[in-house]
């Protein structure tokens, strides 16, 4: 199944607090739950202003769909086509 990357704009992103990013990981959750196991969300890192996710899902139309119900930004969405770190050198 493919695996994305988005890209979301969050003004101020870097500046909420523990409890913020708990409430919208757990309303992500719940939209996710309901939608089935097609899509799942892997990891996200916050920076001050973006918020960039890792997700697997069966097509983009699914993570925008996830997107609109939760009322987060989508920015950019890409599809990975290959990971590398410093072990590819090898």
Not at 23 to 39: D, H, R, T
Not at 74 to 81: G, M, R, T, V, Y
């Amino acid at each position: 199944m493919p695996k994305y990357i988005i890209e979301r704009e969050i003004p101020n992103a870097g500046d909420l607090t523990a409890q913020d990013l708990q409430g919208i990981s757990q309303k992500s959750c719940s939209i996710l739950k309901n939608m089935g196991p097609q899509i799942q969300w892997v990891e996200s890192f916050v920076t001050q202003d973006k918020v960039y996710c890792t997700y697997i899902a069966p097509n983009e139309e699914e993570i925008r769909k996830h997107a609109d119900e939760g009322g987060f930004p989508a920015n950019s969405i890409a599809e990975i086509k290959s990971v590398i770190d410093p072990t590819t050198s090898e």
